[in-house]
């Protein structure tokens, strides 16, 4: 399991005798093998603030479908707020191009290669919610097939005799 702190922040309420101080801890939690959460915990010190926010992430972890255990099945757009998010599947040897908060959350996850663009609010809980949001409608072709109750190879468009593969097409 991947822990990654991704936001700490320093919040006052404000009483009778002054401020009172305590911190807003945001992580993000995964398995690098298509599961990730995230998680939010206040407390009077970091270390329980950052303890709180691991165990909520462990709880409201989602499955999300890899394409060869390394990218997303296909592009995704998520929002939350004034956040807005966009990740794209990208060929082998391209990384995780993405910035801040939505990085943590891609590699938390096990994407190896993904391109993610974030516009609006670069408020980290929101980009963390908007990622959640994009990556929460990625399906996989066997998903797909059921839910139409279709073969794989009819989604794909693949044919039985091979006749369609890129293999078969003569240049």
């Known amino acids: 399991m991947v822990e990654k702190l991704v936001h700490i ?6 009483v009778k005798g002054g ?13 690098q093998k ?7 915990g206040k407390a009077r010190e970091v270390p329980e603030a950052i303890r709180k926010a691991t165990e909520e992430a462990k709880k409201s972890m ?3 479908p890899l394409r060869e255990s390394r990218t997303l099945h ?23 191009i993405a910035g801040g908060p939505m990085r943590a959350v891609l590699e938390t996850l096990g994407v ?5 663009k974030s516009s609006g609010s ?4 929101n980009m963390v ?33 091979g006749a369609g593969s890129p293999d078969a097409i003569e240049g």
């Open 74 to 96: 296909h592009d995704g757009n998520g929002r939350w707020g004034a956040g807005k998010v966009m990740v794209r599947a990208a060929p082998p040897g391209t990384g995780v």
């Open 34 to 40: 298509g599961r990730v959460g995230f998680g939010h």
């Open 9 to 14: 922040n320093r919040v006052a309420a404000t």
């Open 62 to 64: 989602i499955r999300v």
């Open 112 to 116: 190896q290669d993904v391109v993610g």
């Open 129 to 161: 919610r908007a990622t959640f949001e994009a990556l929460k409608v990625q399906s996989s072709p066997r998903q797909i097939a059921a839910k139409r109750g279709k073969k794989v190879a009819d989604i794909l468009g693949r044919r039985a005799d």
């Open 122 to 125: 670069s408020n980290p809980y």
């Open 19 to 31: 401020r009172r101080f305590s911190f807003a801890a945001l992580m993000v939690v995964g398995d």
